[in-house]
């Protein structure tokens, strides 16, 4: 068991503060959302109410959408394209799929490589690009959640200020959800691109983000 | 991660069924303040109004029969969460879930271009 949790634990570090975060954003939601509620001559709604609403849903997938799209982007433009001197990329002239034997597929197996890579045909196609493919589909199961609790939350406030409701066409090209939608993508890309430039000239000593302390700034693809 | 982000869709979708199963009660609400109100009921017809908007007349019980409200035949009923709005021949009107069920928080609205309903009666 503790063995397990050691093997593990970076992953569970971040379930951990997943679920806390998740949990705190409730509670506060929930305070935010009843201010509002009262001042606008409504009722208040408890936690549970609070956290079955359209209101909670659309704040929580407008972020998971950014964040999935963050990565599924960084996996796939980082295939094609370099960054000389950061260990976030690859190395010059090693753009692109690479060959199958620096991929280790087909022939070039070795023990232990997962059956799909062994096989031909579309299941090592499926399996050579499952990491960005889950990305993908991850983010747009979170942006298409964002829009329909996008919608019914719309709806709510248009309805409490007098005022008509649209349809989810309407919705989807409406400012509130591009707000929504840009305004998590922007940070996003920055802190990507943040990442990207100041590992080149900072470290961080023992993590494998960061090229190691002694690391000339132009080495590039190296972790420490 | 799948499966967390399908759900939430899924509650979007249980919200909006909930919210379908709403139309009667909301339907029932706004019909019965109608008949009070354009039929000089004016005490059940404020006790159907959102405190607010009840506390926004001077005299309710006198008030609300004077704004020439009147029962309609349902043209349309919208709900979203605790709100909704229910389109009658000739009158508009808007409704807020309260613990103790749905009241009207504004009657007697007419829809302006680009701009909220104008209300006789709101919150």
Redesign the interface.
Known sequence: MKRLVRDNALALCFLLLFLASLAGQSVAGAAAFNKEQVT????P?TWAEYV????F?VD??EN?QSEYLQFFLYILITVWLIQRGSPESKDRHEEGLESDAEQKVGPHAVPGSPAWAVAGGWRRTVFSHSLGI?MG??FL??W??QS??G???Y??E????????VGWGGYVTSPDFWNRTLQNWQSEFLAVASMVLLAIFLRERGSPQSKKVGDPHSETASSG | MGIRATAVACLALVTMGCASAERTPVTSTAERFLSAAGEGRGGQACLLLAPEAARSLDDCEKQIVSVGLRAGAVRGVDVWGDEARVRVDGDTLFLHRFPDGWRVRAAGCEPRAEQPYECEVKT
């Open positions: 606008d001559g409504g009722s709604v079955t609403s359209s209101s849903a929580v997938a998971w889950a589909l991850l199961l979170s298409l959640a329909v609790a919608l019914a939350a709806n709510t248009q309805l409490a200020q007098l005022e008509d409701p």
